[in-house]
């Protein structure tokens, strides 16, 4: 059980990371809590024990405010869970710096300079360190291109500061697999979005995710059919190139719908 702890959640408003907090919030385990996000005013009927703050992750502004507010409240943080993250679902066909920008701001540079600012935070004390992947940081597919380069980024990211990192943090990096979050029913510009197989629900990655840290675990695979579909994959390409050319046909039957509908419009 994780208890009597100090936390910061960030993401904190909808899908995994709601989950998250709806567990470690729980009076019993007798937590102290930041949950941060843009959107964080649509969270109701939490304790005390729970700060919501509204901060943008994807600026360099947000993530020192965030960490300002923790020192005010905290005197250390015990347990930091980068969680924030959102995907594009697109054909990756245009010209658009800033929309590239924006998602790498958020998913990936504030995850890689909140590293930074809680390691000087802890200053030599012990911490844990928790990233939200992806599953799309191992495979690609058709219709993330930018997000899944996001959590490539992430992926490798991790890999070089499990070494370089001080004994005082643990960090541990979790994979969900597609979960159902409200991104799938509004979709990108309000058009629905097919899920990818396998479906989780937000609520099983949030149990794998204390499970995980609570157990001090490198990583986390929320999804008991991801690994083995891995490993098949890669020692059976046909199988791979079968999945991905399902989900491309699922990329393009979403762009047919939302051409339709614009033109409705």
């Not at 710096?97 to 030599?124: A, P, Q, V």
Request: glycine share 6%.
């Amino acid at each position: 059980m994780i208890a009597n702890r100090t936390i910061v959640i960030t993401g904190a408003s909808s899908g995994i990371g709601k989950s998250i907090l709806e567990m470690l919030a729980a009076k019993e385990n007798h937590n102290r809590i930041i949950a941060a996000s843009r959107s964080i005013q649509k969270l109701t009927g939490f304790d005390e024990n729970v700060t919501l703050f509204p901060c943008d992750l994807s600026t360099r502004e947000g993530v020192d405010a965030l960490f300002e507010k923790a020192a005010e409240q905290f005197e250390k943080i015990d347990v930091l869970i980068c969680n924030a993250g959102a995907p594009y679902y697109e054909r990756y066909d245009y010209e658009d710096w800033d929309r590239i920008e924006k998602i790498f701001s958020l998913n990936t540079f504030s995850c890689m300079y909140s590293y930074s600012k809680y390691l000087n935070h802890l200053n030599g004390r012990e911490g844990h360190l928790v990233y939200t992947i992806s599953a799309m940081g191992e495979m690609a597919l058709p219709g993330y291109a930018l997000y899944a380069s996001t959590k490539f980024a992430m992926k490798g990211f991790q890999q070089a500061i499990r070494i370089e990192s001080p004994k005082n943090l643990k960090i541990t990096c979790v994979y969900p697999v597609s979960t159902k979050t409200n991104f799938f029913e509004v979709g990108d510009a309000g058009h629905k979005v097919e899920q990818p197989f396998p479906v989780q629900t937000a609520e099983a990655v949030a149990k794998a995710t204390v499970r995980g840290i609570e157990r001090g675990r490198k990583q986390v695979y929320p999804c008991p059919v991801y690994l083995p579909s891995r490993f098949l994959m890669n020692v059976l390409p046909p199988v791979r190139a079968l999945y991905l050319r399902s989900q491309h046909r699922m990329l393009l039957r979403f762009l047919e719908r939302k051409q339709n509908d614009e033109k409705r419009v």
